[in-house]
């Protein structure tokens, strides 16, 4: 292969300006958000139009070239960061990020790949719509790369996933074809379901060009609580009081364990908790308000619901927020856990969910076992508990020496797999597999599940050239 010749044929297709090749311009893309894996490419190529992704790709298939997809690179498995082989290139999204169209009749808004969430949300709001997509990445991430990961956030338990929110795709296919699914149909069963096939496979089956996204009605007003409780079983309660008294109203349970909170103050000291009970367990809750001048407001309807929630003995201390600055200050909390476990030196995430009727079994079995392997350890345990989803995080005991989870990070996972398949739970509930699980996956989803993923990727990409040896393991290919 000459690779002058491929990237001249690149430049002629999307201008060389756009053809990344400085080793300046080209870091941002080789490496992780986390900076733990850092890969190599012939050159990042920045495509303005799905034509030209078609283009790129059927370049890259004569080439025999393969495509990493990328898109905020947040990614938090190293799905978006090339291998080290300098075989491959990034192909960035980030220049299509056009609003193509937005549709209020039909409630749908068709968002080009690059579109950063965070603008996509505001763009609902000008229109007095909801884009319910919410997470802590959604100032840099974008809507492909939350497709090709199936992002949760904070709003699932109420509006559902990403894989909930869409409607259509626009793909370009392995082989350089565009597959076209933008007409926002609401029902349309003619078939298999291709668009499901390609949200969460994390860029390995195609690259997603455009999506149709649902937009809801916009709240008139959210109201939020920090809630303090000592037990899990109450915390149940508390959630399944609120579900059924709060009804669609309650977008929100997210809960803090006190040493995530610790943490975080212990980072970020501006931070303040109001809770005059610092308990086990902080729960944010978010209630939704959608009547313009109705008599029981959000805020009322919260207050006499943790009222009778105290009464009953579900929590002991509760704070509602008095102020949007309050409310922003709350999700400020929940949303710098994962900033401050970032500033930790030694730590090991999991990102994992279960039956809620099994995770406290998991909680206090696993964090037992652990304590007896690795006395000492830190478990920062926060999540999205309305949806099961625990950030189950570890940091190396306080007066550990340097190098202690490189020492002890299989003993760990051997643990925490276990009993995440004892308690038939997922080993990755929102994040995806990437590089970072992939070793996990057929033990974890079982063998006939596991061939049928490969049967599908032997299909789609039978040269293996999108996202390879990601979520599936290169030698089982
Ligand atoms: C601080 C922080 C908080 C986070 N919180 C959450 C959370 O609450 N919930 C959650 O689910 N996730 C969370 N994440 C991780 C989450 O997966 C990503 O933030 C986001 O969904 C990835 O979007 P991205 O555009 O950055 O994709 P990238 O990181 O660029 O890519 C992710 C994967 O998608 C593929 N990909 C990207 N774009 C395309 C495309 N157009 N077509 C095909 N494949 C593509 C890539 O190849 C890669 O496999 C968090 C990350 C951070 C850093």
């Not at 080009?112 to 909801?130: D, N, R, T, Y």
């Not at 407001?297 to 002991?316: I, K, N």
Request: proline share 3%; glycine share 8%.
């Amino acid at each position: 292969m000459n690779v002058d010749d491929f990237l001249e044929e690149l430049e002629g297709v999307i201008g060389s300006q756009y053809v990344l090749r400085d080793a300046k311009d080209t870091a941002p893309y080789l490496t992780d958000w986390r900076g733990i894996y850092q890969g190599v490419a012939i050159a990042v190529v920045l495509p303005k139009h799905t034509a030209q992704v078609a283009s790129i790709v059927q370049i890259c298939r004569k080439y025999k070239i393969a495509i990493i997809p990328q898109g905020g690179n947040t990614s938090l498995t190293g799905s978006a960061t090339p291998e080290t082989t300098g075989a491959q290139i990034v192909l960035s999204l980030k220049r299509m990020n056009a609003i193509r169209n937005i549709d209020l009749q039909n409630q749908t808004m068709t968002l080009e790949a690059g579109c950063i969430l965070q603008v996509a949300q505001e763009e609902a709001s000008k229109h007095q719509v909801f884009f319910p997509l919410s997470l802590a990445a959604q100032g840099s991430c974008t809507i492909g790369g939350n497709l090709a990961t199936n992002a949760g956030g904070t709003n699932v338990l109420r509006f559902g996933n990403a894989r909930d929110l869409c409607l259509g795709l626009e793909v370009v296919t392995p082989q350089g074809e565009i597959l076209h699914g933008l007409r926002g149909l609401r029902k349309d069963n003619t078939g298999y379901d291709l668009r499901n096939l390609f949200i969460g496979s994390e860029g390995t089956l195609g690259i997603i060009t455009a999506a149709v996204m649902k937009l809801f009605a916009a709240p008139t007003k959210k109201s939020s609580a920090l809630v303090a409780v000592s037990d899990f079983s109450d915390m149940l309660r508390l959630l399944q009081f609120l579900q059924k008294r709060a009804n669609a109203e309650l977008t929100a349970f997210e809960m803090m364990t006190r040493e995530s909170i610790e943490l975080t103050l212990q980072h970020f000291p501006q931070f303040d908790i109001p809770l005059v009970h610092q308990a086990s367990f902080t729960i944010l809750i978010e209630l939704f308000e959608y009547q313009e001048d109705s008599s029981e407001t959000a805020t009322s309807m919260l207050e006499s619901l943790l009222e009778e929630a105290m009464q009953q003995e579900l929590l002991e201390d509760a704070v509602i927020a008095n102020s949007l600055a309050q409310v922003k200050d709350f999700w400020q909390i929940r949303e710098h856990i994962t900033l401050a476990q970032a500033k930790e030196p030694e730590n090991l995430k999991f990102d994992i969910s279960f039956a809620l009727s099994k995770l406290e079994r998991f909680m206090t079995e696993t964090g037992q076992m652990l304590e007896d392997a690795c006395p000492g350890i830190r478990i920062i345990n926060f999540g999205h508990l309305g949806d099961g989803n625990l950030h189950y995080n570890l940091c190396a005991p306080k007066d550990a020496s340097k190098g202690y989870i490189a020492s002890q990070g299989e003993r760990i996972q051997e643990i925490v797999y276990a009993q995440i398949d004892k308690y038939e739970g997922s080993i990755s509930a929102e994040h995806g597999i990437g590089q970072l699980k992939r070793e996990h996956l057929k033990a974890h989803r079982g063998d006939v599940a596991y061939e049928m993923m490969l049967a599908i990727k032997q299909a789609l990409d039978p040269e293996n050239l999108f996202n390879p040896n990601k979520v599936l393991i290169p030698k089982q290919l």
